[in-house]
């Protein structure tokens, strides 16, 4: 498993990855600000010390003779040295170092000395690391021959064992806090991981307790306002499949409702055939037959159709308008001579390219055509139009028919709604496939009355670019 895919498997897993090796590099951070720390405050609490001692040493100088003496504080250095647990040295000199006491090779300070300012750092004295602090005054009066001022310098030494076990301490019990506070964090850390996940494991448990036919919402009122999002993208699946199961539902019902009377009709008419036998009286049951079998046919290929355009994935892909529309003019021109209908085309480009479902649009077109040119009536007109902006395509079907009423206009499109006026036989699909298909490629259809107020004009409003 790809190291990506193994962390994003576990939430959990991937917040311990993430998290403790952070908590270790803060950890480490720490132990290393520990050291400084602590050799800041062995330095600082030694140095004061060891200025003590240098203080000590400068106020036992003196010049009065002419030469420079030093009453050495040897219980003093006594002390300081047993404070220290180590060895201690001292240097007491003219800053020419014509006069010097003391040891003489102490290192000298890396940086220039100003009056009345101790100077601490560390160095090293006969092959042991030290801890040197220096001092430099004026010397009041200047040594016998000097005619200018005269500074004196003053160093005190000790080796390191003291200190560097001060700063141990000190480093050891910074380590200890600092080790158990990482426990009790990681510790903390994991439980609150195990805790926040438990609305996640109770949110699995609710939907792995629903049954298959449950397609009620999520209650989303205890949900984390992190889990909200998680929980509306359920709910808004749950609904799709709901609408989905109803789509099915009401397909069924659709098809019980509209097959049961043509079959029912079909079987009578079979049977009265089967009784007849002047062969005279059988033509008319047999055209009566094919007639109503030609009708089921159509109504089961709508009702498939509507099944495919409520369901099916959406599938766009590149189309000429014009090319769609000369077709269905061939195809449907034969009907509409038969019914003495005068069909045409209005489309003013030449080319008209669209993303669309090339099958779904001819059905929708085809079922506009097929009603229009059915209850237009002989010596009427029906137009199939086109046209185009930047972002929509428009297809339209026209006629100068009946027509039908303003009351009727705004249930036009429904399923199986068909006019007061209709006689002829249908199913009241055509429209709703239209419909359906508008929908589906993100469009509308816009049933309204025909130029100056008679016939029908029906009009599929889709986006040019549509992307499924």
Same mark, same amino acid.
């Given at each position: ?64 003779? /002419? ?8 219980? &003093? ?29 102490? =290192? ?18 006969? /092959? ?57 964090? %990681? ?30 919402? &999520? ?86 159709? &509507? ?10 892909? =590149?189309?000429?308008?014009?090319? &769609? ?8 021109? =034969? ?14 480009? %030449? ?51 009946? /027509?039908? =009423? ?25 429209? %709703? ?19 100056? /107020? ?15």
């Amino acid at each position: 498993m790809k190291p990506a895919r193994w962390l994003r498997a576990s939430i959990r897993r991937a917040l311990l990855v993430v998290l403790i090796p952070g908590m270790l590099l803060v950890f480490s951070a720490e132990l290393w600000l520990a050291w400084r720390t602590a050799s800041d405050a062995a330095d600082a609490a030694y140095d004061r010390s060891l200025l003590g001692a240098v203080k000590s040493i400068d106020s036992s100088i003196s010049t009065a003779s /002419g030469g420079l003496g030093v009453e050495l504080p040897y219980r &003093m250095l006594e002390f300081f040295e047993l404070t220290a647990q180590g060895k201690v040295y001292y240097r007491v000199a003219t800053e020419d170092g014509l006069v010097e006491i003391g040891s003489p090779e102490l =290192p000298p300070p890396p940086e220039p000395l100003r009056t009345g300012v101790p100077q601490f750092f560390d160095g090293a004295y006969l /092959g042991e690391a030290v801890r040197v602090g220096s001092y430099a005054r004026e010397l009041t009066p200047p040594l016998t021959g000097e005619a200018g001022s005269q500074r004196v310098v003053i160093q005190v030494a000790e080796t390191l064992e003291a200190r560097n076990e001060f700063r141990g301490r000190l480093v050891l019990q910074s380590v200890a806090r600092d080790f158990f506070l990482v426990v009790f964090a %990681s510790a903390l850390f994991g439980l609150t991981v195990a805790w926040a996940m438990r609305p996640l494991a109770r949110l699995r448990q609710d939907v792995e307790a629903r049954s298959p036919q449950d397609l009620t919402p &999520m209650n989303s009122d205890d949900v984390p306002a992190e889990l909200l999002p998680l929980v509306g993208a359920i709910n808004h699946h749950v609904a799709r499949n709901r609408e989905q199961s109803e789509q099915q539902r009401r397909f069924v019902d659709d098809a019980s409702h509209q097959l049961r009377t043509p079959l029912t009709t079909l079987a009578t008419q079979v049977a009265y055939a089967l009784r007849e036998d002047n062969p005279n009286h059988l033509r008319p049951v047999v055209e009566d037959i094919r007639l109503q079998l030609d009708e089921t046919i159509r109504q089961t290929n709508q009702m498939l159709a &509507m099944a495919k355009a409520d369901s099916a994935p959406p599938a766009p892909e =590149p189309l000429d308008a014009v090319v &769609m529309a000369e077709d269905l003019m061939r195809r449907w021109w =034969p009907v509409a001579r038969l019914h003495g209908v005068d069909l045409g085309l209005h489309a003013p480009m %030449s080319r008209l390219a669209f993303r669309g479902e090339a099958a779904l649009l001819n059905e929708a077109l085809s079922n506009l055509l097929h009603n229009a040119i059915r209850h237009a009536g002989e010596g009427s007109h029906v137009t199939l139009a086109l046209a185009a902006d930047e972002a929509r395509l428009r297809l339209s079907v026209t006629d100068d028919g009946p /027509g039908m =009423p303003p009351e009727e206009l705004q249930r036009a499109g429904e399923r199986f709604f068909r006019g007061g006026g209709q006689q002829l036989p249908g199913s009241g699909l055509g429209l %709703s496939i239209a419909r359906s298909v508008a929908q589906r490629h993100g469009g509308a259809l816009r049933v309204m009355p025909g130029p100056e /107020g008679r016939g029908l004009c029906v009009e599929l409003d889709l986006p040019i670019d549509f992307k499924g």
